[in-house]
């Protein structure tokens, strides 16, 4: 019976730590390969990718002194 | 032993499920009235906008800024005609032409202040709706320390100017362009070290606007649900949270990268209210227009009214996105700029 208690309460245990996991947002900005296609095809012939981030589009989103539509982290 | 072993246990599961900490600002979730708005296009064939962003009307002149021009940022109109006048502020690289163009206010019948970021200039133009003309009248380069002006207003004594760098929220700078003052800070109830700043403040970036009447400076974000009233005549600042919460962006290499919603889009105070532009679709959303090969929608088709304190007023829901807004609130009109009709311009009653 204890034992039964005790492992009840470990498997309870495992599951709020993966429901709190499961709930916590990635910092990862996560994307398809056919979204990342579409990305490079919309980028502009100034588009900064040899840094560290990807700017595209036309938009309102403030980049490095552009205004673009989106802004990514990472891909390079 | 055991026992114990229980009730550590037991603490653990309640700890785990513990909420966040008090929020320090309050928060709105509703509004107590809703209303659906029709829109109407206002035929303008004489010039083509590419990402028609602001307007203002200021008595017999209208003037459109296009974000993504091919030429000139600026084009005049006579009101309420929408007639053609001018257009202005070349695009280019040449001494009296412009880099960049954040925004721009009338500050006479038939003059406004518009500023370059790029440049770090704010600029003034006559129009001349007579002689169709426009010419560059004067010029104020903004003092190196500012780093880079996004959004800009122009009252009687200073320019107040919202800050880059994250240490305040805005400057008052002189009329010729030196800073005076710094002022506030970022109301983010999430404690960032130092070195996080500028990419705070990039995800903090807002949009404002003042009335002289009664003083109410008004600055609203870009990403999130966050917009704070300066009162500088009482010298009071209300903070007020929408449902999404202040700006969401992640930081890698002193960069800030959104994340969370897209928020608000433009924001205007007349005498008695504080309208904004919202728009509330998250990235997440947006990536799904890019997956599937299309444009991800231009502005917001959300308008929201404040009282001078803060407090929800009404909510409108266009038929349109929008981006910028002018509100006569005598003829209890709306005028704003859409960059998914065919026209640049649409109108709405309230």
Excluded at chain 2, 76 to 105: C, D, N
Excluded at chain 2, 179 to 191: D, L, M, V
Aim: with cysteine; net charge negative.
């Amino acid at each position: 019976m204890k034992r039964k208690i005790i492992q009840s309460g470990i498997a309870l245990l495992c599951l709020l730590g993966g429901l709190y996991f499961y709930s916590t947002p990635s910092d990862k900005n996560i994307l398809n390969d056919l979204a990342f296609e579409n990305i490079e095809a919309l980028a502009s012939a100034e588009d900064d990718s040899n840094e560290n981030y990807l700017c595209y589009g036309w938009g309102d989103i403030e980049c490095h002194g552009r205004k673009v539509e989106r802004k990514y982290s990472g891909f390079r | 032993m055991k026992n114990f072993l229980y009730i550590l246990l037991i603490g653990i599961i309640l700890i785990s499920c513990s909420g966040s900490p008090d929020p320090l600002y309050p928060r709105y979730t509703t509004f107590p009235d809703e209303k659906t708005v029709a829109t109407q296009e206002i035929s303008i064939d004489s010039a083509f906008f590419r990402y028609p962003y602001r307007v203002a009307i200021k008595d017999s002149i209208a003037v459109i800024m296009d974000l993504h021009n091919d030429n000139h940022y600026f084009y005049s109109f006579t009101y309420p005609e929408w007639t053609p006048i001018v257009s202005f502020g070349k695009r280019g690289e040449g001494p009296e032409e412009m880099l960049s163009a954040e925004m721009f206010q009338f500050c006479s019948s038939d003059s406004i202040w518009a500023l370059d970021a790029n440049r770090m200039q704010i600029t003034r133009w006559s129009i001349s709706p007579y002689e169709k003309t426009a010419s560059r009248v004067e010029e104020i380069d903004l003092d190196k320390s500012l780093v880079r002006s996004l959004d800009f207003y122009r009252t009687d004594s200073a320019f107040l100017i919202t800050d880059y760098l994250g240490d305040f929220r805005y400057h008052k700078v002189s009329h010729r362009g030196k800073p005076i003052k710094n002022i506030g800070e970022i109301p983010t109830e999430i404690s960032y070290k130092q070195d996080i700043h500028p990419a705070l403040a990039q995800a903090w970036r807002s949009f404002t606007d003042y009335n002289p009447k009664n003083g109410i400076y008004a600055i609203a974000t870009q990403l999130g649900e966050t917009f704070e009233i300066y009162n500088l005549k009482t010298q009071t600042h209300n903070v007020i949270y929408g449902p999404a919460g202040e700006p969401q962006f992640i930081e890698k290499g002193g960069e800030g990268f959104p994340t969370g919603i897209k928020g608000f889009v433009d924001i205007q105070v007349t005498d008695d209210y504080i309208y904004t532009v919202f728009d509330g679709m998250s990235w997440k959303e947006r990536d799904k227009f890019y997956e599937r090969g299309m444009a991800a929608p231009k502005g917001g088709h959300f308008l929201y009214v404040f009282d001078l304190e803060g407090n929800p007023v009404r909510k409108y829901t266009l038929d349109k996105n929008i981006l910028g807004i002018h509100i006569n609130e005598k003829t209890n009109t709306g005028i704003a700029t859409c960059a998914e009709s065919n026209n640049p311009i649409v109108t709405f009653k309230l």
